[in-house]
């Protein structure tokens, strides 16, 4: 069988249903994976008519060739308390990153010449 490589393009969130049962507290739309984009990755906001805003939770990492836009935000009273935008990076995805990206090399030139 053939391999075939991935499409290629941006990435893009939309509103969803909102993830809370209450409309007293603020819950996350949640993603748990670790997302590698070549194009863009948008975050689209929400509706203005609900009465809290949902955050964006990413379980995993994310990864943009290109550039992240980030479009929602919260209501006031809960951007003082918590971010909109939350990615926690799992270390598993460590490797996976090592093995696409390569990993962090430290080189040091030193010159050496003689003196007569």
Do not use: C, W
């Not at 929400?46 to 919260?74: A, C, Q, T």
């Not at 990076?89 to 090592?98: D, E, F, N, P, Q």
């Amino acid at each position: 069988r053939k391999y075939s490589p991935p499409t290629t393009g941006n990435v893009t969130f939309e509103e969803g249903t909102s993830s809370g049962s209450s409309t007293q507290q603020l819950h996350y739309d949640e993603v748990n994976a670790y997302i590698f984009s070549d194009g863009t990755i948008s975050i689209s906001k929400e509706s203005e008519d609900r009465p809290i805003f949902d955050g964006f939770y990413i379980g995993g990492g994310i990864h943009s060739r290109n550039e992240v836009n980030m479009k929602r935000y919260l209501k006031l009273g809960d951007r003082l308390i918590y971010p909109a935008f939350v990615v926690n990076h799992h270390s598993k995805y460590g490797i996976l990153a090592r093995e696409l990206f390569g990993s962090q090399v430290n080189i040091q030139k030193t010159e050496v010449g003689f003196k007569e």
